[in-house]
């Protein structure tokens, strides 16, 4: 019975001398392939003197980012090759970040890309984009120097004929302008002097050809409604160049801009229907529109044309009294329809 019992005992034995024997080979290939990982306790170091000694303060070492593989079950792991460890800091990053928008505004300024090169235009007849940069002066800058706003009021002020004014800009480099640009109605001649004048009674410098305008001969400016004060305007205008093709600069456009009462241009139109084909209208600061007759003398009918009709009778009737009794007036006038009276 003691031999019986002493079998299981020993194969017990043996399982038990294998598994030692393989637990040891798996530590001892965990302990070749494994480096010592000991955490190394920190260098103690003291600052100052200490019993008349000076301790020097070591730097530590940056540790390196290290990387494992376990292999299954086994209790193997591979290493990969180490990485050092990088760190941006907000610093680096600021330093990056003013680089980037230093050059950026660099290149917005001095790049060619951003210069105006052109100038669209939109609603203009007789002027054009070559007498708009006359004054604005703006090809080759930079669309970042270009202000909008300054751009319009120095537009308005040399330029008082046109009206409802745009200017925007569009990146990269261009200057949009639109306008509506007043058409002469009338031509108001002084001496050598010649204001155009629109439908609304705006006067305009005569600018380009027009055709064949209503012609008003005067001595003296007509009487305005309302005056354009561009000194604030024309005061941020310091040197303005003069376009070759057009002889233009802001000093001679005093004046221009103002209105005239449109009634004034109204009753000048009405006023060619009634007077002779092919007579001259005169303008009178006393005796207001009126024109020159067959005979030589100048006829008033005032500023208005408010009965017409019975002015010119009244007009008629005293030539031919005048003619009857042989007198050439040099002046007839019909302003107030029951005193008409003449000049010799």
Not at 123 to 135: C, M, P
Not at 327 to 337: F, Q
């Amino acid at each position: 019975m003691s031999n019986v019992r002493a079998v299981p005992n020993r194969a017990a034995q043996v399982r038990q001398r294998q598994t030692q024997r393989t637990q040891t080979r798996i530590e001892e290939t965990v302990q070749k392939i494994t480096p010592d990982r000991k955490r190394q306790s920190a260098t103690m170091s003291t600052r100052g003197v200490v019993s008349g000694l000076v301790y020097p303060t070591t730097q530590p070492k940056k540790a390196r980012r290290q990387f494992y593989y376990s292999i299954g079950q086994t209790g193997s792991e591979i290493r990969f090759p180490a990485m050092p460890q990088v760190q941006i800091g907000w610093r680096f990053l600021s330093f990056i970040l003013f680089c980037v928008c230093f050059l950026g505004i660099y290149f917005l300024f001095s790049a060619p890309l951003f210069q105006v090169q052109q100038m669209e235009t939109d609603g203009l007849i007789r002027l054009n984009a070559a007498d708009l940069n006359s004054v604005l002066d703006i090809n080759g800058r930079s669309i970042a120097w270009v202000n909008a706003v300054k751009a319009q009021t120095e537009l308005i002020a040399a330029f008082p004929e046109l009206k409802d004014l745009k200017v925007a800009l569009t990146f990269p480099n261009t200057l949009r302008i639109s306008a509506i640009e007043r058409q002469p109605a009338i031509a108001w001649s002084m001496d050598d002097h010649t204001y155009w004048v629109d439908n609304e009674g705006i006067l305009i410098p005569p600018r380009g050809e027009a055709g064949d305008l209503l012609t008003i001969h005067a001595d003296v400016m007509p009487p305005l409604v309302s005056v354009n004060d561009n000194s604030a305007a024309t005061d941020e205008i310091d040197n303005v160049k003069v376009s070759s093709k057009t002889g233009f600069s802001v000093a001679q456009i005093q004046g221009w801009g103002d209105q005239i009462d449109p009634a004034i241009v109204d009753a000048a139109f009405r006023l060619t229907l009634e007077m002779p084909v092919g007579t001259k209208i005169l303008y009178n600061q006393s005796h207001g529109l009126g024109w020159k007759s067959e005979g030589g003398w100048d006829v008033f009918v005032g500023l208005t044309l408010s009965n017409i009709e019975y002015k010119l009778i009244a007009y008629n009737s005293l030539i031919n009294k005048l003619g009857e009794e042989g007198i050439t007036p040099s002046m007839v006038s019909i302003e107030h329809l029951h005193a008409p009276y003449y000049r010799e």
